[in-house]
């Protein structure tokens, strides 16, 4: 499996932003993919999940401001972010796992295939 982000950018606080993740490769009819972010110095964090199905798991600080979703083909994985804070300046990366049918976890340990992410700056 390949994954490749792009979208990311330079945004004001309380801007959009919409990342797209494309996928290629092989993959099973299960699974679980995922938006991750990481800040220098700090360890990777579980943002949104979504398994082959389409059901959806959010962190607590983005229900409500973060969407996640396929299109139709399943190629391509979006995080769509509204309302963003400073504080959620990072490198996002996309992710892609074996679906245990456990619910797609927001631990990275459970994501095999990563991208090599996009940054996004929210500035003040």
């Known amino acids: 499996v390949q994954l490749a982000e792009s979208g990311g950018d330079l945004v004001e606080v309380g801007g959009s932003l919409r990342l797209s993740c494309e996928v290629s490769?092989?993959?099973?009819?299960?699974?679980?993919m995922g938006w991750f972010r990481q800040v220098p110095g700090q360890e990777r964090k579980g943002v949104a999940t979504?398994?082959?199905?389409?059901?959806?798991t959010y962190e607590d600080s983005v229900k409500g401001r973060f969407t996640i979703a396929q299109d139709n083909t399943k190629d391509i994985l979006y995080l769509q972010m509204d309302s963003l804070k400073a504080e959620e300046t990072a490198k996002y990366s996309c992710?892609?796992?074996?679906?245990?049918?456990?619910?797609?976890?927001?631990?990275?340990?459970?994501?095999?295939?990563w991208g090599q992410g996009t940054q996004v700056t929210v500035s003040s």
């Open positions: 992710a892609y796992g074996a679906n245990w049918f456990l619910g797609c976890g927001l631990s990275p340990s459970e994501y095999t295939y």
């Open positions: 490769g092989y993959r099973t009819s299960s699974y679980c």
């Open positions: 979504i398994d082959n199905e389409g059901s959806t």
